[in-house]
C-alpha cells in the first residue's frame, strides 16, 4: 500500500552508496546491451495532483521530488554517467487521462516508471500500457495478478505482495488465538481480491479462525451504521476490514454501536480517517510492511536523514516515513543497480539486473528478486502485522512497531 504525503520541501543531507561511474562508450562495448543514449536518464511518474485523489498526488509529488534531491546529492555523476531526471505527469484522477499519460511516457521513451496512478480503475490499464511497450516498472504495485512474471515481465515492487502480507496477517491470526471473524469490504477489487486471499489462507494457516459474518459496504459510503450491526451481532473477536477510502464512517459506526473488537485492516487507514478511530487504535493493527521491531529499534544514520527530510518536507503531516524510502528512493538505487550494471536502459538488461539481485540491501532494505519473484522485499521490513497506535519507533520516522 502506498503511502500519502503532503505539504513544502526541504533540502536533503544523508549518507549513502556512490555509484561506480563507467564511461557509457566502455559500457556498450563489454554488457552485450545497446549502449545509453546521450542525454539524461528519465524516469516517469504517474500521478494524480488534480481532481478526486489530488491530495495524494500532491503528495507523491513532494515526496518523489525530495528522492531524487537526496540521490543527485550522493550520486553526483548520476548513472553511469548521465544525469537523472524524473518526469511527473499529471492523470488528474480520471483513466482516461491515466492512459493518456501512460503512453506519453512510452512515446518520450523514459527509461522506466517508478509510480503508477492510485485510481484502481486506471493502474491496471497503465500497467497493461508499460506492459506492452516493454517498459520497466519500479513501483508499488497493487495487484494479484502482478505477481506472476511470465505475464509482466517488467514490473517490479520494492515492497511487499498481497499474497506476502495476507500470508503474515494470516500466521498472526494463528498466533493471537483468533476463532471468530467478521469481515467488511467495499467491494472495491483490490479489496475484495485481499479478502478473498486471506479467506484462502485461513484455511491452512489460521483454520480455527472462523467467518461468522461478512458485508459489503458502498465504495464512500457515509453511513454504514446498518452492516456494523449485522457484524457487532455475530459476537466476532477479530473484525476485518479491507477498504480502500472513506474509512471514518467505519470507525464512527463501530463507536456508535459500542462496540471495541480487535480491528485488522489496510494501512490506508493511516492517511484516510486514522483519527476517527479514537480509542479503537488501541485494538487495531494494519496488515503491511517497513514495520518497526520494537519501539526502541534504532535506524542507520542514512535511514534517519531520509526520514527526517521527507518528514520535513510535508509537515511531519503523516504515519510512517521509512515507507518513503521504499516508495521513492528505492526505486531510484535498484535502477541505479541495473542500469550501470550493464551500461544500458534496454528493457531486458534492466530486468536481467533486478532479476540477478539476491540478498542484497539498499539503503538499508534488503531484496532477493528472480526470474519468478518481483516482489523481492526480504528481511525485517518485509511483510508484517503492525500495531495502528503510538508509540512508534525513529523518532520523527514514525514507524508503526509490529503486533
Not at 566502455?26 to 485523489?53: C, E, H, L, M, R
Not at 484502481?120 to 494479484?144: C, E, H, I, R, Y
Not at 464512500?220 to 477479530?238: E, F, P, Q
Request: proline letters at 5%; aromatic letters at 8%; glycine letters at 6%.
Amino acid at each position: 500500500m502506498r503511502k500519502r504525503l503532503s505539504v513544502a520541501m526541504a533540502v536533503m543531507v544523508c549518507a549513502g552508496t556512490l555509484a561506480v561511474v563507467v564511461p557509457t562508450s566502455t559500457a556498450s562495448a563489454s554488457s552485450g546491451y545497446p549502449p545509453i543514449p546521450k542525454g539524461p536518464i528519465t524516469f516517469g511518474v504517474s500521478t494524480p495532483t488534480s481532481g478526486a485523489q489530488a491530495s495524494y498526488g500532491i503528495f507523491t509529488k513532494l515526496g518523489v521530488t525530495e528522492a531524487l534531491k537526496a540521490f543527485n546529492a550522493e550520486h553526483p555523476n548520476g548513472i553511469d554517467g548521465h544525469q537523472v531526471k524524473v518526469q511527473i505527469l499529471n492523470d488528474a484522477s480520471d483513466v482516461t487521462q491515466a492512459v493518456q499519460a501512460a503512453n506519453q511516457l512510452v512515446a518520450n521513451k523514459d527509461a522506466a516508471v517508478i509510480t503508477v496512478s492510485y485510481n484502481p480503475s486506471a493502474d491496471a490499464q497503465q500497467l497493461a500500457v508499460f506492459t506492452k511497450a516493454k517498459m520497466p516498472v519500479v513501483a508499488n504495485l497493487s495487484g494479484l495478478q502482478y505477481s506472476n512474471t511470465k505475464t509482466y515481465p517488467y514490473l517490479f515492487s520494492p515492497n511487499s505482495s498481497i499474497q506476502q502480507y495476507v500470508l503474515a496477517s494470516t500466521q498472526w491470526m494463528k498466533k493471537k488465538g483468533f476463532t471468530k471473524v467478521a469481515m467488511l469490504n467495499d467491494g472495491i477489487a483490490t479489496d475484495v481480491a485481499v479478502q478473498n486471499e486471506m479467506l484462502k489462507d485461513m484455511k491452512t494457516q489460521a483454520p480455527k479462525a472462523k467467518v461468522v459474518a461478512s458485508t459489503t459496504i458502498t465504495p464512500g459510503s457515509v453511513d454504514d451504521s446498518a452492516a456494523i450491526t449485522k457484524l457487532k451481532a455475530s459476537g466476532a473477536d477479530l473484525l476485518v476490514v479491507n477498504a480502500g477510502v472513506s474509512f471514518g464512517p467505519i470507525w464512527n459506526a463501530i463507536q456508535a454501536a459500542n462496540w471495541s473488537p480487535t480491528i485488522l485492516t489496510s494501512a490506508g487507514a493511516w492517511y484516510d480517517g486514522f483519527s476517527a478511530m479514537g480509542p479503537l487504535q488501541a485494538k487495531a493493527s494494519a496488515y503491511y510492511y517497513n514495520c518497526a521491531n520494537t519501539t526502541t529499534q534504532t535506524f542507520s544514520a542514512t535511514q534517519q536523514a531520509l526520514m527526517a527530510a521527507y518528514a520535513s518536507a510535508t509537515s511531519n503531516a503523516v504515519t510512517n516515513y521509512l515507507t518513503f524510502i521504499a516508495t521513492d528512493s528505492i526505486p531510484l538505487e535498484l535502477l541505479d543497480y541495473a542500469i550501470t550494471k550493464y551500461h544500458s536502459v534496454d528493457p531486458a538488461a534492466i530486468k536481467k539486473a533486478i532479476e540477478g539481485i539476491h540478498n542484497q540491501s539498499f539503503l538499508g532494505f534488503k531484496y532477493n528478486f528472480s526470474s519468478t519473484n518481483h516482489y523481492g522485499l526480504i528481511g525485517q521490513f518485509g511483510a508484517a502485522t503492525c500495531l495502528m497506535a503510538p508509540p512508534y519507533a525513529g523518532g520523527v520516522g514514525k514507524v508503526p512497531v509490529k503486533s
